[in-house]
């Protein structure tokens, strides 16, 4: 399936034919939108969860958030995690409520099975959850590390502060809090079934600063997008290791394929790119001059979704080379866009015009030796939101 939302509108789409396959429109605007094994998922803006029948649409269940949503990931079992003001709620499709104390939450990413959830923040803290019941409880620990100032060699090192300010100094891990006290329900806004207030310990990277996206990748790590890098943290914590940096941008909308060799991510609003994770050759370089670019999702056999305003979406082949685009659901004005695709670029393209940069001596004056400040992290939180709702509006199931 390939799924797009387009303000109140959720459309769904055959994943290998493109096809209109049903539509749906709801009361308010639609924040974000997921595909489980059997189930999509949509959220609005004013905190609406619906659960809708991969065939047909038909509604299955739908429960008020009462709040204003900041991201939503939902596992391949329905299971949702939705970040809130007030923190983070693993909804389940059926059962009780999670509610995580992670307030600040700005993106959010399962594990393949669901059995991890990690929570990014604008404090550019990683929280890594271990939710599976059968799954040994993981000991609360501090993760050590430090910064090293370097530039990112052909191997994976050590992260720097990725919003551009140099410094020697540690980076600071905080241990999470973890609980053995007994389990309190409470009310909150929009509902009356009792929450469960679990409080699954946590293992805490420091990524020194606000994390605008999450993927898991398969072979085994957390990818971050932080300041003009991309980020790796192990399964279950560990030292952050630099992936790449994208000097002067901000990428987001991170994704991965599911054999864990493909990494797909947005550099602007104009301009995405597929890389070889282990290698870091650019795959194939995507540029949308007239439209603009809300989120990335890789379905099977290495296609790469690519989602775009007014409710449309490129499939690019990123193995056979070939590009297919959705079409327009019955009653729905055509449109039409250039797409600029190279499958032979050697090097990242230059920002297109009008594109969000990262001033780098403007970030190096904005950030202390101790993290951002208030203005800085007030810009970063803007964008960490819009990175965070927009990069799920294009999700892909194989079906």
Request: hydrophobic share 45%.
């Amino acid at each position: 399936m390939l799924v797009l939302a387009d303000g109140n509108e959720l459309f769904v789409h055959e994943g290998n034919g493109d096809a209109p396959r049903w539509h749906h429109r709801a009361a308010t605007a639609l924040a974000a939108v997921g595909v489980a094994d059997d189930v999509i998922v949509s959220l609005s803006v004013d905190g609406m969860l619906s659960w809708w029948s991969l065939d047909g649409g038909e509604p299955l269940a739908e429960i008020a958030l009462g709040e204003t949503p900041r991201a939503l990931a939902v596992a391949s079992s329905g299971t949702c995690a939705v970040a809130l003001a007030s923190g983070v709620v693993i909804e389940p499709r059926d059962g009780a409520r999670v509610a995580l104390p992670v307030p600040d939450a700005t993106a959010l990413a399962w594990s393949a099975r669901g059995e991890r959830l990690a929570v990014g923040s604008e404090e550019g803290h990683l929280h890594l959850f271990c939710l599976a019941d059968e799954a040994p409880k993981e000991e609360t620990r501090a993760i050590p590390g430090s910064v090293e100032t370097t530039e990112p060699a052909e191997t994976r090192e050590p992260v720097e502060n990725s919003e551009a300010a140099e410094t020697s100094k540690p980076v600071e891990t905080t241990e999470a809090a973890g609980t053995t006290e007994p389990v309190e329900t409470t009310e909150v806004a929009g509902t009356t079934e009792p929450v469960e207030t679990r409080r699954p310990e946590a293992v805490v990277t420091d990524l020194r600063a606000p994390v605008r996206s999450l993927a898991w990748c398969s072979a085994g790590f957390w990818i971050a997008a932080v300041g003009d890098r991309l980020v790796t943290v192990d399964a279950d914590g560990g030292q952050p290791m630099t992936l790449m940096r994208m000097t002067g941008r901000r990428p987001d909308c991170v994704s991965c394929a599911a054999a864990g060799d493909l990494l797909g991510v947005r550099l602007d609003r104009h301009t995405a790119v597929a890389l070889e994770i282990a290698s870091k050759k650019l795959v194939a370089v995507l540029s949308v001059p007239d439209r603009e670019v809300i989120g990335l999702a890789f379905g099977p056999e290495a296609w790469l979704g690519l989602g775009l305003d007014q409710g449309d979406a490129n499939r690019i082949a990123l193995r056979a080379r070939t590009l297919h685009r959705t079409e327009r659901h019955p009653g729905r004005e055509g449109t039409s866009w250039l797409l600029g695709i190279s499958f032979d670029a050697t090097e990242l393209p230059r920002p297109s015009l009008g594109a969000d940069i990262l001033d780098l001596a403007d970030a190096a004056d904005a950030v202390d030796d101790v993290g951002t400040t208030e203005d800085a992290a007030r810009t970063a939180w803007a964008l960490g939101v819009t990175a965070a709702l927009l990069g799920v509006i294009l999700l892909l199931a194989s079906r």
